[in-house]
């Protein structure tokens, strides 16, 4: 076992026999717990499934020719959609912004209340605990499943396997499946996924998915914790010793040993080593070891223990969410402290609410037009025949409304400029009027010819854009590049 | 690894490497099991990887490398991508055959399309001389200017880039011919000073002679005017560029003038139908004529 042991309260073991190179896996059997935590997990486990399962299926209306699924990463069409919110490629930062976001909340959550992801909301922990609900629906509960495995094959124990297995296997089915109706039209996909008329790569992601489901919740287990996930390893760096773990508080359980009823509790412990902290742990450990690298911080120790100490009429929280501080000051005497505020957790909500601010002034300043002049790198400038000089440009007009537009071009701040675009005739007027398609981006190539005299160098022009038919203004600065200096 | 160095880390019980860093030892924990099995079904899988993909190089004797049973090849695959990309493409290219250059250029998907292709094609094959964009270089004009040795409308562009500038293969290629005035012997080299001198008087230079100028002018007058006119302002039909614009092809520099009156140029373009099919061709013919230069 590769365990980080902070506070040891054993003495060093004997030494072990000869170690083999690899090591076989030990099966573990949770037994059920009952308390205040478990029902905390069951509740998350609903609300999370039933996100993850139903989200898909929600509509929300967006007009004509645009999907109306409120949650859908459309990437034929190049948009993610998430209700009301319309996110595309060249807005991908947002995406960049939720990461961090999430990076910083687990960081926040970590320094103050440990691994609370590991312990409610990771799906490795959230389908383990389905699974082993589902385990426990076919084979009983830790004792009979202990019992079950140690029975040579029979009737009753084969359609008890074979039947949990198929259960498992609709489950990861419908989590693989689910996962492509981000993708897709729900409705449209699970209609064709049926058919055998649905994308490749529907197939596949929804195949994988089932793959790694089963195999994950179903076999591998807390094996994906220790051995596969680096967060364990991480969490080290963003957890001290002022953060709420899931701990055993020794300077209260120490001595410990069996105790009988009518017993003094004079001179001894709390704990009565039942184990039954231990017989709940779905990673197999003893919290009483200290904190270590494969507790997930699930907290169901916290509810057997509490269970048994109603029992034996102890108070509760022998092992309860506290930090190593508060334990250790405790044992020396001394009153105890919690520190929730700290820089830490100040420095990560700053930047959290920071970065959501920013986001959401992003978000709700963003127009549904945005100009863009790329002006030519290749050749810089062109002297032409008349000596004037002229420059050459791209125009991208990025239109997100649902409705085509017409927008004047004209450019102001140099002396006696020109103006042409390419395919565009200019009016009577002298008026040029560029159409842009709805959903999408227009390009068009300009051209702006100065005489002579006027250019020297690197020089600046004003490209302005008006919407005929809303007069909505848009500028755009740009550079005019001459020879000189 | 020996038995004499087995080390027992104390809080752990798990035996130790025998390895220390500054007091810090590293655990010596066996793997999971599985991950033995999964490193035996890799194996497995190069095997059976092998067999259906190509895998052995080519032996002596045996030609080429290993086909396997898949049959795949990136070669042939690129070939696919490419078909399907045509096909896919076949609509908007067809309608860039049928289409006249003046149809392509008005109309927004059509232009856009041929714009996009034309860009490329630009990139792959023209670009090394005339530079990204059309900017040119010494030698090779700049297409992204108003100034044209033969022509700049779309059909002309079309024609040149189909048929080239002096290549001899094709009969139907632009041709003309300058004299090499110095090296054959038509023009003393003082007659050339002069020549040189009227040439650059008529783009607006100063000239430090003016009698040598104006025995130029009269030597262009007699030998130059035929092609590149007596205002000097040159003669598409016969790729005779005008002089009066300040704009060079091979340099405005004193020398370059005088190594162009004395060597003559002539410059070359391979003739693009022998390489390139109709629909790149009259992409490229719209995408040249939105350089800039467009007439």
Same mark, same amino acid.
């Given at each position: 076992?590769?365990?980080?042991?902070?506070?040891?309260?054993?003495?060093?073991?004997?030494?072990?026999?000869p170690?083999?190179?690899?090591?076989?896996?030990?099966?573990?059997?949770?037994?059920?717990?009952?308390?205040?935590?478990?029902?905390?997990?069951?509740?998350?486990?609903? +609300?999370?499934?039933?996100?993850?399962?139903? !989200?898909?299926?929600?509509?929300?209306?967006?007009g004509?020719?645009?999907?109306?699924?409120?949650?859908?990463?459309?990437?034929?069409?190049e948009?993610?959609?998430?209700?009301?919110?319309?996110?595309?490629?060249?807005?991908?930062?947002?995406?960049?912004?939720?990461? @961090?976001?999430?990076?910083?909340?687990? =960081? #926040?959550v970590?320094?103050?209340?440990?691994?609370?992801?590991?312990?409610?909301a990771?799906?490795?922990?959230?389908?383990?605990?389905?699974?082993?609900?589902?385990?426990?629906?076919?084979?009983?509960?830790?004792?009979?499943?202990?019992?079950?495995?140690? &029975?040579?094959?029979?009737?009753? &124990?084969?359609?008890?396997?074979?039947?949990?297995?198929?259960?498992?296997?609709?489950?990861?089915?419908?989590?693989?499946?689910?996962?492509?109706?981000?993708?897709?039209?729900?409705?449209?996909?699970?209609?064709?996924?049926f058919?055998?008329?649905?994308?490749?790569?529907?197939?596949?992601?929804?195949g994988?998915?089932?793959?790694?489901?089963?195999?994950?919740?179903?076999?591998?287990?807390?094996? !994906?914790?220790?051995y596969?996930?680096?967060?364990?390893? /991480?969490q080290?760096?963003?957890?001290?010793?002022?953060?709420l773990?899931?701990?055993?508080?020794y300077d209260?359980?120490?001595?410990?040993?069996?105790?009988?009823?009518g017993?003094?509790?004079e001179?001894?412990?709390?704990?009565?080593?039942?184990?039954?902290?231990?017989?709940?742990?779905?990673?197999?450990?003893d @919290?009483?070891?200290?904190?270590?690298?494969?507790c997930?911080?699930c907290?169901l120790?916290?509810?057997?223990?509490?269970?048994?100490?109603?029992?034996?009429?102890?108070?509760?929280?022998?092992?309860?969410?506290?930090?190593?501080?508060?334990?250790?000051?405790?044992?020396?005497?001394?009153?105890?402290?919690?520190?929730?505020?700290?820089?830490?957790?100040?420095?990560?909500?700053?930047?959290m609410?920071?970065?959501?601010?920013?986001?959401?002034?992003?978000?709700?300043?963003?127009?549904? =037009?945005?100009?863009?002049?790329?002006?030519?790198?290749?050749?810089?400038?062109?002297?032409?025949?008349?000596?004037?000089?002229?420059?050459?440009?791209?125009?991208?007009?990025?239109?997100?409304s649902?409705?085509?537009?017409?927008?004047?071009?004209?450019?102001? *701040?140099?002396?006696?400029?020109?103006?042409?675009?390419? $395919?565009i005739?200019?009016?009577?007027?002298?008026?040029?009027?560029?159409?842009?398609a709805?959903?999408?981006?227009?390009?068009?190539?300009? %051209?702006?010819?100065?005489?002579?005299?006027?250019?020297?160098?690197?020089?600046?022009?004003?490209l302005?854009?008006?919407?005929?038919?809303?007069?909505? #203004?848009?500028?755009?600065?740009?550079?005019?590049?001459?020879? $000189?200096? | 690894?020996?038995?004499?160095?087995?080390?027992?880390?104390?809080?752990?019980?798990?035996?130790?490497?025998?390895?220390?860093w500054?007091?810090?030892?590293?655990?010596?924990?066996? #793997?999971?099991?599985?991950?033995?099995? /999964?490193?035996?079904?890799?194996?497995? %899988?190069?095997?059976?990887?092998?067999?259906?993909?190509?895998?052995?190089p080519?032996?002596?004797?045996?030609?080429?490398?290993?086909?396997?049973?898949?049959?795949?090849?990136?070669? @042939?695959?690129?070939?696919?991508?490419?078909?399907?990309?045509?096909?896919?493409?076949?609509?908007s290219?067809?309608?860039?055959?049928?289409?006249?250059?003046?149809?392509?250029?008005?109309?927004?998907?059509?232009?856009?399309f041929?714009?996009?292709?034309?860009?490329? +094609? =630009?990139?792959?094959?023209?670009?090394?001389?005339?530079?990204? $964009?059309?900017?040119?270089?010494?030698?090779?004009?700049?297409?992204?200017?108003?100034?044209?040795?033969?022509?700049?409308?779309?059909?002309?562009?079309?024609?040149t880039?189909?048929?080239?500038?002096?290549?001899?293969?094709?009969?139907?290629?632009?041709?003309?011919?300058?004299?090499?005035? *110095?090296?054959?012997?038509?023009?003393?080299?003082q007659?050339?000073?002069?020549?040189?001198?009227? !040439?650059?008087?008529?783009?607006?230079?100063?000239?430090a002679d003016?009698?040598?100028?104006?025995?130029?002018?009269?030597?262009?007058?007699?030998?130059?005017?035929?092609?590149?006119?007596?205002d000097?302002?040159?003669?598409?039909?016969?790729?005779?560029?005008?002089?009066?614009?300040?704009?060079? !092809?091979?340099?405005?520099?004193?020398?370059?003038?005088?190594?162009?009156?004395?060597?003559?140029?002539?410059?070359?373009?391979?003739?693009?139908s022998?390489?390139?099919?109709e629909?790149?061709?009259?992409?490229?013919?719209?995408?040249?004529?939105s350089?800039?230069?467009g007439?």
């Amino acid at each position: 076992m590769n365990r980080v042991t902070l506070i040891s309260s054993k003495s060093p073991p004997p030494a072990p026999p000869p170690q083999d190179l690899y090591a076989k896996r030990k099966q573990i059997y949770p037994k059920l717990a009952h308390g205040k935590f478990r029902t905390v997990k069951w509740i998350a486990m609903a +609300a999370l499934l039933g996100i993850y399962y139903l !989200v898909p299926w929600l509509r929300w209306e967006r007009g004509v020719g645009v999907p109306d699924q409120a949650v859908l990463a459309d990437f034929a069409g190049e948009r993610f959609f998430f209700f009301g919110i319309e996110i595309w490629p060249q807005e991908a930062y947002y995406m960049a912004g939720l990461m @961090i976001l999430a990076a910083l909340g687990l =960081f #926040l959550v970590t320094s103050l209340f440990g691994r609370v992801w590991c312990g409610y909301a990771c799906p490795q922990t959230v389908w383990t605990d389905l699974y082993i609900w589902v385990e426990r629906a076919f084979e009983g509960d830790r004792a009979a499943r202990m019992r079950l495995d140690a &029975k040579p094959m029979s009737f009753n &124990k084969l359609w008890r396997k074979v039947g949990k297995h198929i259960v498992w296997l609709i489950i990861a089915f419908l989590t693989g499946g689910a996962f492509i109706l981000y993708f897709h039209d729900a409705r449209m996909i699970a209609q064709t996924f049926f058919i055998g008329e649905a994308p490749l790569s529907a197939y596949w992601f929804a195949g994988i998915l089932t793959f790694t489901t089963y195999a994950l919740a179903g076999t591998m287990r807390e094996q !994906v914790c220790t051995y596969l996930c680096p967060w364990p390893r /991480i969490q080290a760096a963003l957890t001290d010793e002022h953060a709420l773990n899931v701990t055993y508080r020794y300077d209260r359980g120490e001595p410990r040993g069996p105790h009988r009823k009518g017993e003094s509790w004079e001179g001894r412990g709390d704990c009565i080593d039942c184990k039954q902290c231990v017989q709940v742990c779905p990673m197999g450990i003893d @919290i009483r070891d200290g904190a270590q690298l494969e507790c997930i911080h699930c907290a169901l120790c916290i509810d057997a223990c509490d269970q048994m100490m109603k029992k034996v009429d102890r108070p509760t929280g022998l092992i309860a969410y506290d930090t190593d501080v508060a334990v250790a000051r405790r044992a020396a005497g001394l009153p105890t402290k919690y520190r929730l505020i700290r820089a830490r957790t100040v420095l990560y909500s700053v930047l959290m609410v920071a970065i959501a601010g920013l986001m959401a002034w992003g978000l709700l300043n963003r127009g549904t =037009f945005e100009v863009n002049v790329l002006k030519d790198r290749s050749p810089p400038y062109v002297r032409l025949s008349d000596g004037n000089v002229r420059n050459g440009y791209t125009l991208k007009l990025v239109n997100k409304s649902g409705e085509t537009r017409a927008m004047t071009l004209e450019a102001n *701040g140099m002396d006696g400029m020109e103006l042409e675009v390419v $395919g565009i005739e200019a009016d009577e007027q002298g008026r040029i009027t560029l159409p842009v398609a709805s959903n999408g981006v227009d390009r068009y190539r300009f %051209f702006v010819t100065v005489p002579e005299d006027a250019a020297d160098g690197r020089d600046h022009f004003t490209l302005l854009l008006q919407d005929t038919a809303t007069g909505e #203004l848009h500028g755009n600065r740009t550079s005019f590049m001459a020879p $000189g200096d | 690894m020996s038995e004499h160095h087995k080390d027992i880390d104390q809080p752990t019980g798990v035996e130790t490497t025998g390895h220390e860093w500054d007091g810090i030892k590293e655990l010596n924990n066996p #793997l999971p099991r599985w991950w033995l099995y /999964i490193w035996y079904a890799t194996i497995a %899988f190069s095997v059976g990887y092998m067999v259906v993909m190509p895998a052995l190089p080519a032996l002596p004797g045996l030609g080429t490398n290993t086909r396997g049973l898949a049959g795949q090849s990136d070669r @042939i695959a690129v070939a696919e991508q490419v078909e399907s990309l045509r096909s896919q493409r076949s609509e908007s290219g067809a309608a860039l055959l049928t289409a006249s250059l003046e149809e392509i250029e008005t109309d927004r998907g059509l232009q856009q399309f041929a714009m996009a292709s034309g860009e490329s +094609a =630009f990139g792959d094959n023209c670009a090394t001389c005339h530079g990204a $964009g059309g900017r040119g270089a010494k030698g090779y004009p700049t297409l992204a200017d108003d100034s044209w040795l033969w022509t700049g409308s779309l059909d002309g562009i079309q024609q040149t880039i189909q048929h080239g500038i002096r290549h001899e293969e094709d009969p139907e290629t632009r041709f003309s011919m300058m004299p090499a005035f *110095g090296r054959d012997g038509l023009l003393e080299r003082q007659q050339i000073d002069d020549v040189v001198s009227h !040439v650059l008087s008529l783009s607006g230079r100063e000239v430090a002679d003016e009698a040598s100028r104006a025995r130029g002018a009269e030597i262009f007058a007699a030998q130059c005017a035929t092609c590149h006119g007596q205002d000097g302002k040159g003669d598409r039909t016969v790729g005779a560029p005008n002089l009066t614009d300040d704009i060079w !092809v091979f340099g405005g520099e004193y020398d370059d003038v005088y190594n162009t009156v004395y060597n003559a140029r002539n410059a070359h373009m391979p003739a693009w139908s022998e390489r390139l099919d109709e629909q790149t061709i009259k992409a490229l013919a719209v995408y040249v004529h939105s350089l800039g230069g467009g007439e």
